[in-house]
T-cell receptor, first 114, second 116 residues
Framework: SAVISQKPSRDICQRGTSLTIQCQVD?????MFWYRQQPGQSLTLIAT?????????ESGFVIDKFPISRPNLTFSTLTVSNMSPEDSSIYLC???????????FGQGTRLTVV | AQTVTQSQPEMSVQEAETVTLSCTYD???????LFWYKQPPSRQMILVIR??????QNATENRFSVNFQKAAKSFSLKISDSQLGDTAMYFC?????????????FGGGTRVLVKP
């Protein structure tokens, strides 16, 4: 199993600013995933963070808006840049399921942009 | 690319009764995982049940069971003897099978309300 500590749990930010979300896993994992959950909606994958290489972004998400770092096998950050009210969402990091393991999620970061 | 569809935005059920949530998916892969996740207001994602596509037997987990129809690409969740604590959003999800670290594709979710 894996325990993921995500912080901050919530934040209220001014438009035009940036917020960095951190996720710490208690074991080494190859890939980490960042999801966005807009109000009342499902989870959408933003990007896959692989240690030692650039993140792979899904359609509709770009590195300039959501830069990701993955400095080692237990840690990743997601930055939401130049925020607008449309970025108000819950952001979750995850370790994906494998052949014999389940997926694990951070507690989520509730971001409100005003 | 895989897609997951949940056609029921909301369901309500009386306590102790049974409710079934629908999920269909589309994939060209023959081997994969399917999941049901529960998300209560706390935002925490909780695994309810998991099904490996190569297993014909439907997964069960206490009061939760699935009806997996591979040919029809259907994966419904039955909650029996519903409890107030079952009130939550439920998401159906798909992932490929690799050794480690697979991404999840989620359906749109079904909000379940259990009434006393």
């Amino acid at each position: 199993s894996a325990v993921i500590s995500q912080k901050p749990s919530r934040d209220i930010c001014q438009r035009g600013t940036s917020l960095t979300i951190q996720c710490q896993v208690d074991s080494q994992v190859t890939m980490m995933f960042w999801y966005r959950q807009q109000p009342g909606q499902s989870l959408t994958l933003i990007a896959t963070a692989n240690q030692g290489s650039e993140a792979t972004y899904e359609s509709g998400f770009v590195i300039d808006k959501f830069p990701i770092s993955r400095p080692n096998l237990t840690f990743s950050t997601l930055t939401v840049s130049n925020m607008s009210p449309e970025d108000s969402s819950i952001y979750l990091c995850s370790v994906g399921p494998g052949q014999n393991t389940e997926a694990f999620f951070g507690q989520g970061t509730r971001l409100t942009v005003v | 690319a895989q897609t997951v569809t949940q056609s029921q935005p909301e369901m309500s059920v009386q306590e102790a009764e049974t409710v079934t949530l629908s999920c269909t998916y589309d994939t060209s892969e023959s081997n994969y995982y399917l999941f049901w996740y529960k998300q209560p207001p706390s935002r925490q994602m909780i695994l309810v049940i998991r099904q490996e596509a190569y297993k014909q037997q439907n997964a069960t987990e206490n009061r939760f069971s699935v009806n997996f129809q591979k040919a029809a690409k259907s994966f419904s969740l039955k909650i029996s003897d519903s409890q107030l604590g079952d009130t939550a959003m439920y998401f159906c999800a798909f992932s490929m099978i690799k050794a480690a670290g697979n991404k999840l594709t989620f359906g749109g979710g079904t909000r379940v309300l259990v009434k006393p």
